[in-house]
């Protein structure tokens, strides 16, 4: 039996992060596995969708390619409808409607197939791979994203369910709030639709309280990477979105270099949280080229986490990151800790990490 040696770094804060307490106690810990079977072989995704990750590690053992271990994984969390956050009936939109964001990213040629805004198709990280596999494109939305999945064989049917829409009504019974809207008059007091008065003053969130929170069960994202038996990394990310967002919204999850990053000449990256404002920082790629100038995936991640959190100090997210050594990280803001799922022939299988959370100035 081939003999695999584990080495286990120590966590590197850039803030003096202390290290996050696991199943194993290694928390975001530099990670590496060396075998002459398979060298490097790993599944991570973010929060703790073992299910997700064991079908991920299932493809791999199996001799399967990473982008087959990232599409089966997500694809379990859409059925399963992992923490409400990912699949069908979760996250519905001020309309009352389900709709699906997906991305898969080939590390090896940096193709991406995604779908964003997708309407009454529920296995959304499919469709996005059928866009990588059968077009050139990178990115289709809406109804027409639903017409190129019922031309692909897909089936169309809802994706609202009983729970999903008393999740609505609910919030509709509470007036609509919170909800997504600024500078418009009523938006923090009844449902709209709302008109502009170019009159209005600015709107001032403090003092109206109309802020959406983000966590746990609004964190709207799984997102995985793999590397297979030959070294080919992919990433990817499947998610209904934000509760109550504007219909039409399109967050973070199908967009390259927001949602996720692979570059197999590096590694790659996965991103999970308030969507809308890592569109405009860019986390996954700006972890990839941290790691590109030779940062630690733990590192990588602590940096692009900061980034974000001293643009906006609500924000509430995480990184989870791998090198193509197969060492792996992750950091996050806004919570306490956060849990992250890994496999590889060193675990033996999934296990459940977590890390401490990113902490600045007085917070």
Avoid at 109 to 123: E, F, S, W, Y
Avoid at 220 to 236: E, L, S, W
Avoid at 251 to 273: H, K, L, M, N, R
């Amino acid at each position: 039996m081939a003999m695999c040696w584990v080495q286990l770094g120590t966590v590197l804060g850039i803030l003096g992060i202390s290290q996050g307490v696991g199943s194993s106690g290694l928390g975001s810990s530099n990670f590496r596995l060396s075998s002459p079977l398979s060298p490097d072989m790993i599944v991570i995704n973010t929060w703790n969708f073992k299910e997700a990750n064991k079908r991920g590690w299932e493809v791999l053992s199996d001799g399967g390619t990473a982008l087959d271990a990232v599409e089966e994984g997500c694809t379990v969390c859409e059925e399963l409808q992992c923490d409400g956050t990912v699949g069908f009936g979760g996250s519905p939109d001020e309309d009352g409607e389900t709709t699906l964001d997906a991305m898969i990213m080939n590390g090896n040629t940096l193709d991406v197939g995604a779908i964003g805004c997708l309407r009454n198709i529920k296995p959304v990280m499919r469709v996005a791979r059928a866009v990588l596999d059968h077009t050139t494109h990178t990115l289709l939305v809406g109804e027409k994203a639903t017409q190129f999945a019922v031309k692909m064989g897909f089936k169309e049917e809802t994706l609202s369910t009983e729970q999903s829409l008393a999740m609505w009504q609910e919030w509709r019974d509470n007036n609509c709030q919170p909800n997504f809207w600024k500078n418009m008059p009523d938006s923090t007091t009844k449902c709209g639709p709302y008109h502009q008065n170019k009159d209005e003053g600015e709107f001032d969130e403090d003092r109206h309280g109309n802020r959406i929170e983000w966590g746990p069960k609004n964190h709207d994202t799984v997102g995985m990477i793999a590397i297979d038996k030959d070294g080919n990394i992919a990433a990817g990310t499947s998610t209904n979105g934000a509760k109550f967002k504007i219909p039409g919204r399109v967050g973070d999850s199908p967009i390259p270099g927001a949602g996720a990053y692979a570059d197999t000449e590096v590694g790659a990256a996965a991103a999970t949280g308030d969507g809308d404002a890592m569109m405009r920082v860019l986390p996954s790629l700006l972890a990839v080229e941290a790691m590109r100038r030779g940062a630690t995936p733990s590192e990588a991640a602590e940096e692009v986490i900061t980034r974000i959190a001293k643009k906006f100090s609500n924000f509430v997210g995480a990184v989870v990151t791998v090198n193509k050594q197969g060492q792996f990280g992750a950091a996050c803001h806004g919570m306490e800790t956060f849990p992250f799922s890994v496999a590889s022939l060193g675990t033996g299988g999934t296990q459940i990490r977590e890390v401490a959370c990113v902490k600045l100035g007085d917070q």
